[in-house]
């Protein structure tokens, strides 16, 4: 099921929002460790130097965009990701990712570099997933490298779950033309 099918999608106004980061410098926000609440859940999240003319460091930040996606997430019903399989692409930080395993999702993260997202992952997710005697579950992560046209790491990643019920994506594609490789990726299966 589409998460846009639950009524929420082009919601604006989202309660509190003190998730913005506009009072911060460039610096405090595209660069430096970044606190963030999901649900009852403290995370850390490391940021490294980006160079805007290399789009292998773009995913070193934390975009604007991820955490509008993180905060539609939670205002989804409190099962909606308990025990689903969720693709993350351009994971970059791995804040979105790692946010859907707080919600109960075992989620693939992926991105071309890995370096960043994984030392976040290890940070911030259990090695398994976790469930508490009062019936939360925090899921799983396992990141993947992947770049869009190498059709071995596109069949990895394919292959890493039987199926993904949901695709997450946020601000993964900087450029004005479409990634190589994005329709291969839009193949990806959904579903049982």
Not at 41 to 65: A, E, P
Request: net charge negative; charged share 25%; aromatic share 6%.
């Amino acid at each position: 099921p589409p998460l846009a099918s639950s009524g929420l999608a082009g919601l604006v106004v989202m309660g509190d929002e003190s998730w913005r980061r506009n009072d911060l410098s460039d610096k405090q926000r595209y660069e430096e460790t970044f606190p963030f609440r999901v649900g009852d859940h403290d995370i850390v999240i490391h940021q490294g130097k980006v160079d805007i003319s290399d789009c292998n460091t773009l995913g070193r930040t934390i975009w604007d965009s991820s955490m509008v996606l993180i905060k539609y997430l939670e205002m989804l019903p409190r099962d909606t990701l308990r025990h689903k399989s969720v693709l993350c692409l351009g994971s970059g930080t791995g804040m979105d990712g790692i946010a859907a395993t707080k919600l109960g999702a075992d989620v693939v993260l992926t991105d071309i570099s890995t370096e960043i997202l994984q030392a976040n992952v290890e940070a911030n997710v259990p090695v398994a997933s976790t469930e508490k005697a009062e019936g939360y579950r925090q899921g799983a992560a396992t990141v993947m490298m992947l770049d869009w046209a190498d059709m071995q790491q596109r069949k990895d990643v394919r292959e890493a779950r039987p199926h993904y019920d949901y695709i997450l994506a946020s601000d993964c594609a900087y450029y004005h033309h479409p990634p190589t490789g994005m329709d291969g990726i839009a193949a990806t299966k959904l579903g049982a």
